[in-house]
């Protein structure tokens, strides 16, 4: 149990466009999500946390017109880039948090690589 | 501010060998979560193992056991008979309420045929 998925797993834009990252709990309900970037050889890094039917909430630095996070529902959540550019490239993940639960489990992640 | 330091970038050990990654985190939380999470190449983040604050006892999983020493802020982890499947990034992560999760740089591990 405590699956999470994420569509697409790579993902290849033309600069200026956007693209849509989802991110799945597939066998459970997930009142928080969250969206972690990572650099190669590098950490991850949060960019934000999604509650579902509301608002998320975004890290310091993280362009919230840029990077639109909708949590419609308790196992779905999406990452949308808006008007891609190279230094968007980069490999993204979430998370989700079961209901009562500490733990996080994590997505396999999405690369994304904008031309 | 939570802070999570893993000050080896990189290293290695012998297949068979034990091998101990170090991580220190700084909080003025009393009630927190720590984590080691293993990335292998294929970049799938996997819960090694986890500790819960208030536990004294260091948490054991088949070959992984950690070092908590909460008063100094430390939260080793130890490898014993690594495998060459333990050739991994490893992070170290705290989380307290609110489950905000925060990483360490990691420590890249290699084990050697």
């Known amino acids: 149990g405590a699956v999470v998925s994420q569509h697409p797993s790579r993902v290849i834009c033309k600069s200026g466009t956007s693209v849509k990252i989802e991110c799945r709990s597939l066998d459970f309900q997930a009142t928080t999500m969250f969206w972690y970037r990572q650099f190669p050889k590098q950490s991850l890094m949060l960019m934000a946390t999604?509650?579902?039917?509301?608002?998320?909430?975004?890290e310091q630095g993280v362009e919230k017109d840029k990077f639109l996070i909708n949590h419609a529902s308790l196992t779905l959540s999406t990452l949308t880039v808006t008007s891609a550019h190279p230094e968007d490239s980069s490999f993204y993940i979430c998370s989700a948090n079961r209901d009562i639960s500490y733990e996080q489990y994590f997505g396999p992640g999405t690369r994304l690589t904008v031309t | 501010a939570q802070t999570v330091t893993q000050s080896q970038p990189e290293m290695s050990v012998q297949e068979a060998e034990t091998v101990t990654l170090s991580c220190t985190y700084d909080?003025?939380?009393?009630?927190?979560?720590l984590f080691w999470y293993k990335q292998p190449p294929s970049r799938q983040m996997i819960l090694v193992i986890r500790q819960e604050a208030y536990k004294q006892q260091n948490a054991t999983e088949n070959r992984f056991s950690v070092n908590f020493q909460k008063a100094a802020k430390s939260f080793s982890l130890k490898i014993s008979d690594s495998q060459l499947g333990d050739t991994a990034m490893y992070f170290c992560a705290f989380q307290f309420t609110g489950n905000q999760f925060y990483f360490g740089t990691g420590t890249s591990l290699t084990v050697i045929p």
């Open positions: 909080t003025s939380e009393s009630n927190y979560y």
């Open positions: 999604s509650n579902e039917g509301s608002k998320a909430t975004y």
